[in-house]
């Protein structure tokens, strides 16, 4: 007769060698499953997304934008768009009227920009449309907040250019008045709000006193 505890230590080797089997398995499914949460995509690691949202911690940077695609919240403007600045025709800008405004009371136009900006740049000029035999000289001021960000004077002919810098400040405020002679439009052309990157081919002239 031949003893069968020969076969019962084999039948125990093959139990084991098939619990590895399956230890192993389980490991690899494991190191994948790992592998997958950790966001390993194309090489590994996080997935890193550039910008986003503030509340996401990245930035974002607001296009530039021209003030006369925005409603007015206050005052009311000669006209928005297809102006004439000292003769120069521009596809976008602001005008005001100067007509009854004298020192302590100009006209005053405000505007609430949609975000953040920087920078505000205009082209400042007088509409020879409004008044073609008159002479006249004009008091400009932009305001950011309650903040003056631009003060000069102007004469009929004037073209002169602002850049300047708005502290944050969502609230834009455009001021003139009649300084001396006859009234006539004052023009605030390719009035806009930029962070850094203008919109192209915008035109250009000397800087305003």
Not at 13 to 36: D, E, H, L, M, T
Request: glycine letters at 12%.
């Amino acid at each position: 007769m031949v003893s069968d505890k020969p076969r019962r230590k084999t039948d125990w080797q093959r139990v084991g060698a098939i619990a590895g089997v399956v230890a192993a398995v389980v490991a690899i499914a494991s190191f994948v499953a790992s592998s997958s949460s950790s966001g390993g995509k194309g090489g590994g690691g996080s997935n890193t997304v550039t910008g986003g949202s503030p509340e996401s911690g990245g930035t974002t940077m607001a296009s530039p934008i021209y003030l006369d695609e925005l409603p007015v919240t206050d005052g009311s403007p000669t006209s928005k768009r297809d102006v004439n600045a000292s003769g120069t025709p521009l596809a976008h800008g602001v005008s005001l009227g100067t007509v009854g405004t004298v020192p302590g009371v100009p006209n005053i136009v405000t505007f609430q920009l949609p975000n953040s900006y920087s920078t505000i740049r205009a082209l400042l000029g007088v509409d020879p449309t409004s008044a073609a035999s008159y002479t006249g000289s004009f008091a400009v001021r932009i305001l950011a907040g309650d903040q003056t960000i631009a003060n000069t004077t102007i004469d009929q002919g004037t073209l002169c250019s602002v850049d300047v810098q708005t502290g944050g400040s969502r609230t834009i405020k455009l001021e003139t008045y009649l300084a001396s002679g006859e009234p006539m439009v004052v023009v605030f052309g390719d009035l806009r709000a930029i962070n850094g990157t203008d919109f192209p081919n915008e035109p250009s002239a000397n800087a305003c006193p």
